[in-house]
């Protein structure tokens, strides 16, 4: 259960601001908040919650019990240095690209590299609770959709999300560090 919380309240928080829920943000000014776009969302972002999920638990199984420690470590930096990157606010494109089909390659192909799928990956590959990490990431990311989908672009902007994500980011590469000096130099288990 703590992993389920973990993995939802982690995932809700790194992906404020996040390229996926700009994206979802800018299509539903321009589409008209259409439900198909929300639910797409969603359905997105439990995908690639599970995929991460998945992964993460499955190298971790591969891995001699410090070393899987470490893969933890480096996954909290790559969230980290992903959440510092700077996100462009692109207006949606014109006809044809439209898609709805197009839209969902799109929200995975981002969500799958974003800082909030990579702590889906650190929850699971540090619990060994893949279900319970890929639930929790999966129900975090699709209430950032829904935040997106239903604020807009313009109320989007108004947040101070820049100055969040900086912060979250300090705290990842904190934990990153720590967990890795703890593989590293702590004792044996």
Same mark, same amino acid.
């Given at each position: 259960m703590d992993t389920f919380l973990f993995a939802l309240l982690l995932v809700l928080a790194l992906s404020l601001g996040g390229r996926d829920q700009w994206l979802v943000a800018q299509w539903s000014g321009a589409l008209g908040r259409s439900m198909p776009l929300l639910v797409l969302g969603m359905s997105c972002a439990g995908l690639s919650a599970a995929l991460m999920a998945w992964l993460g638990e499955g190298f971790a199984a591969l891995l001699p019990p410090r070393a899987a420690q470490m893969l933890v470590a480096f996954a909290l930096a790559v969230a980290g240095?992903?959440?510092?990157?700077?996100?462009?606010?692109?207006?949606?494109?014109?006809?044809?690209?439209?898609?709805?089909?197009?839209?969902?390659?799109?929200?995975?192909?981002?969500?799958?590299?974003?800082?909030?799928?990579?702590?889906v990956f650190a929850l @699971?590959?540090?619990?060994?609770?893949? @279900?319970?990490?890929?639930?929790?990431?999966?129900?975090?990311?699709?209430?950032?959709? @829904?935040?997106?989908?239903?604020?807009?672009?313009?109320?989007?902007?108004?947040?101070?999300?820049?100055?969040?994500?900086?912060?979250?980011?300090?705290?990842?590469?904190?934990?990153?560090?720590?967990?890795?000096?703890?593989a590293r130099f702590g004792a044996s288990g």
């Open positions: 240095f992903e959440l510092v990157w700077p996100v462009k606010h692109k207006p949606p494109p014109r006809e044809p690209t439209r898609s709805l089909g197009a839209i969902v390659i799109v929200l995975l192909a981002r969500q799958v590299g974003d800082a909030a799928r990579f702590g @699971a590959a540090w619990a060994h609770l893949p @279900a319970t990490a890929a639930l929790g990431g999966a129900i975090g990311g699709a209430g950032a959709m @829904a935040i997106g989908w239903s604020l807009g672009a313009k109320k989007l902007a108004r947040w101070p999300l820049l100055l969040l994500r900086r912060s979250l980011a300090a705290g990842l590469l904190v934990a990153a560090l720590l967990i890795g000096l703890d």
